[in-house]
């Protein structure tokens, strides 16, 4: 369980640093209200955003080696590539690709389970 908190986490915290890039009312409001607004700047945004995808994608990948099925951590990097392209091409394709790396990290929670209940 501690793994999949861990993926979720930076996943959402990526989710976040996205709204924040994409101008979010409610993320930007969030940041200015504890204090933070200096973060609403891309050039603090940006690699934020960037660090906590490969937070993610880091994350998915230890765990999906630790029990050898790999799929969801592929399908997880496709995801995580389309989330920074979609800033400059379709925001919707930002919310897209994190909505399949938060996927893949409960898909790979799953085969995680499965790995540890099944017989060896």
């Avoid at 915290?13 to 993320?27: M, P, S």
């Avoid at 997880?76 to 919707?92: K, S």
Wanted: hydrophobic share 55%.
């Amino acid at each position: 369980m501690k793994e999949l908190v861990k993926q979720c986490t930076s996943s959402a915290g990526a989710v976040f640093a996205g709204a924040c890039c994409l101008g979010v009312t409610a993320a930007l409001s969030v940041l200015a209200a504890i204090g933070a607004g200096f973060l609403i700047n891309d050039l603090f945004l940006f690699p934020l955003y960037f660090g906590l995808l490969g937070l993610s994608v880091w994350l998915l990948y230890s765990s999906a080696r630790s029990h050898g099925y790999l799929t969801p951590f592929w399908a997880g990097l496709a995801g995580a590539v389309v989330a920074p392209a979609g800033l400059w091409i379709l925001p919707a394709l930002v919310y897209a690709g994190l909505a399949v790396l938060i996927g893949t990290s409960v898909w790979d929670f799953w085969n995680m389970r499965s790995a540890r209940t099944s017989p060896r």
